[in-house]
């Protein structure tokens, strides 16, 4: 993840995963930083859910790959028109 901006005061991530007996676990809060972050989830022999939780929504980032692959989830918005 190639991240651009991020809010004043920084922000953090932590990953989220299933596990093998049914349950969830949520890893310890890291720091972002800008430019390239990489997150690492090593792999089980069993099917699991692996999220990643931002501790803001003002993270900004232009590249996303997952497993080398390019993601297109990266998305571009117009500001609101101020109707006033």
Request: a negative charge; glycine letters at 14%.
């Amino acid at each position: 993840m190639n991240i651009t901006s991020l809010p004043e005061g920084g922000a953090n991530y932590r990953v989220f995963k299933t596990t093998a007996n049914g349950g969830s676990f949520f890893g310890n809060a890291t720091a972002l930083t800008l430019g390239e972050n990489t997150f690492t989830v090593g792999g089980v022999g069993f099917d699991r859910a692996v999220k990643f939780q931002f501790s803001s929504g003002d993270v900004v980032f232009d590249a996303l790959s997952v497993n080398g692959v390019e993601s297109g989830c990266s998305l571009s918005e117009e500001p609101a028109a101020d109707h006033q």
